[in-house]
């Protein structure tokens, strides 16, 4: 399968990205934004192997700040109209003319407020574990960690009033948390562990927060939930039965796109393209064929 990796100039830096296949005719390229923050895209290359399956290119990039694209010491870009800004730069420097858009957790933000801002040329969206609502989100991690074992609850706790969140008992009681609802696969799989390993954790941080469940950083206030009537595309949902982002956070998406549709994996929590790639790439190549279609045969 052949691949292409380059630089795209952005902001005084370059951002890193990989072309995977050639395309079909008649098959629009997926363009990925993958989450967060501070996160490189590794932990998506299951989606890797969809230009085979589907005869469609699948382009992936690492947000400025992180991975293979280069790593800016100011902490002035870490806003979400950066990573917004990025995207559009990505499309535009490789062409994506027409396109399918994926965006994954923090990913999934990014992408929601590129659409919003009306970009020509969109064939599709798909939201994947996705938030539209960080305080919405840090309810639900809040209440999903109070289900914790009370030790690791108690350990948490602890480190975090002592402000020791380095220390190796704590990294080990937040492994209880995402071994739950980030993923359930063990052991990890490499291209999960190479991402999950290297988060930039200033970017993380000054974005995010310190924790999933404790959002401190430029996001915490960040919703488009009343917005989400404004997105006029075929949009696909996906999350896992098990996931982070929860029935009740990802809820206010499919009821608020209108056509939206939202496909739960049942044996998957956050990352059901690595806990089930097979099943998780046939719903999402079906869905990009059918976006892709003419209005009327989707119609028919």
Known sequence: MPVIEGTVPFLGHHTWYRVVGNGRAG????????????????YLDD????????GRQ???????????????????????????????AVRAALGL??????????GSQIALEYVLTRPAGLASLTLAGPIASAPAHQAETR??????????????????AAGTLDDEEYQEACLEFYGRWLCRLDPWPPHLV????????????????????????????????GRLREIDLPVLIT??????????????????????????FEESSHLPSAEEPERYRQVLGDFLAAAEAPTAARAA
């Open 194 to 225: 190479r991402s999950f390993t290297n988060i930039r954790e200033d970017v993380a941080g000054t974005l995010w927060g310190a924790t999933e469940w404790n959002i401190t950083g430029n996001l915490k206030d960040w919703d488009v939930t």
């Open 97 to 106: 003319d027409r396109v399918h858009l994926y965006g994954h957790s923090w």
């Open 239 to 264: 999350s896992g039965r098990h996931d982070v982002a929860t029935p009740a956070a990802v809820g206010p998406l499919a009821d608020g796109i209108r056509g939206a549709s939202w496909v739960v």
């Open 47 to 54: 989606l890797a192997a969809l230009p085979e399956e589907t």
């Open 143 to 160: 209440r999903l960690k109070d289900s914790l074992p009370a030790d690791v609850r108690e350990t948490l706790d602890r480190h975090e």
């Open 27 to 42: 098959r629009l390229p997926l363009l990925v934004v993958n989450g967060g923050p501070g996160c490189p895209h590794d």
């Open 58 to 88: 699948v382009v992936f990039y690492d947000q400025t700040g992180c991975g293979r694209s280069d790593h800016p010491d100011d902490p002035a870009l870490w806003v979400m109209s950066t990573f917004v800004e990025e995207l559009g």
